[in-house]
């Protein structure tokens, strides 16, 4: 009997886009995938493969986003914009409703601000999941769902490796974007530009510190690019795409695969 195979996206923005290229490369090579869980960005990734959406399609997809499709302002005291549009984007794109209707099984992180603590995300509203998981703090609305007042799960795992682990996974593969490679291309621009870079810092060590739940941890060198720029989509995508080629040998040999 093989081995079950985990898959675990972490957060990046519009470095997201890396996760496609990851999975591009495990996907063409025949590595299974059982099981996915996601934070973020790669709650959104997560969903489209999950539901059957091919990395090619994502490409396709990739190069007609835009920001008005998956956000728009708000008037709010809990942040500047909405993402309920990326809801809309994720059933109509993804051609799923509830998790039940999902190919693969899925599990999304957030943080429960009323609880003060993070949850993961199995079943229900698909597309309520992903928003909840990828609304970042002060900048998006909170999403609620059963009560809960929840944002973005990189407040509670960057890379959620535990949550494919204890879905199941006999292997536990682990793409992260928040421990990027790379350097940065210039030196941050202005105060908002420190705390970015500052904030990406702690997000690093935090999901370093998740490593040691995944047997295999992907790191494609995208920190020259930005968090919100999704012009490099290309770029980025195929950084992932390189960095996974470089752990496929690991990871066939972890499954014993040829």
């Known amino acids: 009997m093989r081995k079950k195979v985990g898959i675990a996206l972490s957060g990046g923005g519009a470095r997201g886009f890396a996760h496609v290229g990851a999975l591009k490369v495990l996907i063409e090579n025949e590595i299974p995938i059982d099981m996915i869980a996601g934070t973020s960005a790669g709650s959104i990734i997560g969903a489209a493969i999950a539901a059957g959406v091919t990395?090619?399609?994502?490409?396709?997809?990739?190069?007609?986003?835009?920001?008005s499709a998956v956000l728009a302002p708000t008037v709010s005291r809990y942040g500047l914009l909405s993402?309920?549009?990326?809801?809309?984007?994720?059933?109509?794109?993804?051609?799923?409703?509830?998790?039940?209707?999902?190919?693969?099984?899925?599990?999304?992180?957030?943080?429960?601000?009323?609880?003060?603590?993070?949850?993961?995300?199995?079943?229900?509203?698909?597309?309520?999941?992903?928003?909840?998981?990828?609304?970042?703090?002060?900048?998006?609305?909170?999403?609620r769902i059963d009560g809960k007042l929840l944002v973005d799960g990189g407040a509670f795992a960057p890379l959620p490796a535990l949550a494919a682990r204890e879905m199941g996974a006999d292997v536990v593969i682990g793409v992260d974007?928040?421990?990027?490679?790379?350097?940065?291309?210039?030196?941050?621009?202005?105060?908002?530009?420190?705390?970015?870079?500052?904030?990406?810092?702690?997000?690093?060590?935090?999901?370093?510190?998740?490593?040691?739940?995944?047997?295999?941890?992907?790191?494609?060198?995208?920190?020259?690019?930005?968090?919100?720029?999704?012009?490099?989509?290309r770029e980025v995508i195929e950084r992932g795409e390189e960095a996974a080629r470089q752990k496929l040998e690991m990871i066939k040999s972890l499954l014993n695969v040829p």
């Not at 990395?55 to 920001?67: D, G, N, T």
């Not at 530009?193 to 494609?220: C, E």
């Open 55 to 67: 990395p090619h399609e994502l490409e396709v997809l990739a190069s007609k986003l835009r920001y």
């Open 83 to 143: 993402n309920a549009r990326l809801g809309s984007f994720v059933r109509r794109e993804f051609g799923v409703a509830d998790f039940r209707d999902l190919k693969h099984p899925l599990s999304v992180t957030a943080f429960d601000l009323l609880k003060n603590e993070g949850l993961r995300i199995s079943s229900g509203d698909v597309a309520k999941a992903v928003r909840a998981s990828s609304a970042v703090p002060r900048l998006f609305t909170p999403v």
């Open 177 to 233: 974007l928040t421990a990027c490679g790379g350097k940065f291309r210039n030196p941050p621009r202005s105060s908002a530009g420190i705390l970015i870079r500052s904030s990406l810092a702690i997000l690093k060590t935090a999901s370093t510190g998740q490593h040691k739940d995944a047997d295999i941890v992907i790191t494609p060198e995208i920190a020259e690019f930005s968090m919100f720029d999704l012009r490099p989509f």
